[in-house]
Structures are given as structure tokens and as C-alpha cells.
């Protein structure tokens, strides 16, 4: 067993995982506001754009407590996650749809942040930084508000209009 790699490894390269997550994130959540019929869904995506914003602030200064430069690595699941959301936004174009496949889209978004920040807040634990532990949890309470507010969308009127 390689005895070199530890968890403070394991942690920084999880922080450049979600960090390369976030700007994906960021850059593809004005593409869904734009294609989002619904204006509510349109302000959530609004509103999650700007928080990414700060998250990613966030990111950045636990990099800055470990003393390392921000660098994000690639990270494959968001890409397909991604992915997923534009064949959404190509395929259902003009239909009814749309927007439940968006919200389904955000939805998985979210549920991969999610579990990354949980992720960390509990190596950050394990390792006690309790400075990062505080800015992880902040993200985290983000991440888990903004899917609670896609689920009430999707329950006041997207999945209702897509039934019609
Ligand atoms: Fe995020
Ligand atoms: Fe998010």
C-alpha cells in the first residue's frame, strides 16, 4: 500500500474537484436561466449564479489556509451531469417539458455538491480546520436551500405544467 498519499491529499484534490465543479457550474447556469420558460426557475437559476459566485470565493480561501494556489482538476461527473442538461435543453427546446428536464438537471447538480461538501466538512473535521469547516458548511447550507427551492418550483407549477 502507498503509504505517501493521506487524507490531506485526498482532501485537497477533492477542494480542486468542486472548485473546477463550481466554475462549470457558473458558467452554465446563465445558459439555463436563459432557456428556462418558467420565470420562477429563472430566478432560482439567477439567484444560484450569484451564490456560486461567493462559493467560489469560498474555495479559494480554503486554498489560501492550506497554503496552496486555487487549481481546479478536471472533474468528470459534473461534465457529464452537464452534458445531460444541454441534450435537455436541445432536445426539449419549444416543448412543455423543458423545464422539468431543467429542474431534473439542477436537481442532480445540486445532489453532487452536496455530497462533495459533505464530503469535506467531514475530512475538514477529521482534520480539524476549523476555518474551512465554517466556509464548507456555509456552501453546504447553500447548496441544500437551493435544492429545496428547485423541489418547491417543481412542485408549484414546472411538473404540472409538463402534465397538462
Ligand atoms: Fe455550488
Ligand atoms: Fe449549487
Known amino acids: ?62 486554498f489560501e489556509l492550506l497554503g496552496k494556489p486555487a487549481r481546479g482538476k478536471k472533474c468528470d461527473a459534473i461534465e457529464g451531469i452537464i452534458d445531460e442538461g444541454k441534450e435537455i435543453m436541445d432536445e426539449y427546446k419549444g416543448t412543455s417539458a423543458l423545464d ?11 445532489h453532487y455538491e452536496i455530497s462533495r461538501y459533505g464530503t469535506l466538512k467531514s475530512w475538514a473535521t477529521k482534520m480539524d480546520l476549523k476555518q474551512a469547516i465554517k466556509l464548507l458548511d456555509q456552501t453546504l447550507a447553500e447548496e441544500k436551500k437551493t435544492d429545496e427551492l428547485l423541489t418547491k418550483v417543481a412542485e408549484s407549477e414546472v411538473n404540472y405544467e409538463a402534465a397538462a
Not at 422539468?100 to 445540486?110: F, I, K, T
Open 1 to 62: 500500500m502507498a503509504a505517501d498519499k493521506d487524507l490531506n491529499e485526498l482532501f485537497l484534490d477533492t477542494l480542486k474537484d468542486i472548485y473546477y465543479a463550481e466554475k462549470q457550474i457558473l458558467k452554465t447556469l446563465p445558459k439555463m436561466a436563459k432557456a428556462a420558460q418558467s420565470e420562477k426557475l429563472q430566478q432560482a437559476f439567477q439567484k444560484h449564479h450569484d451564490e456560486t459566485e461567493g462559493q467560489i470565493e469560498r474555495l479559494e480561501q480554503i
Open 100 to 110: 422539468a428536464g431543467l429542474l431534473a438537471a439542477a436537481q442532480a447538480v445540486e
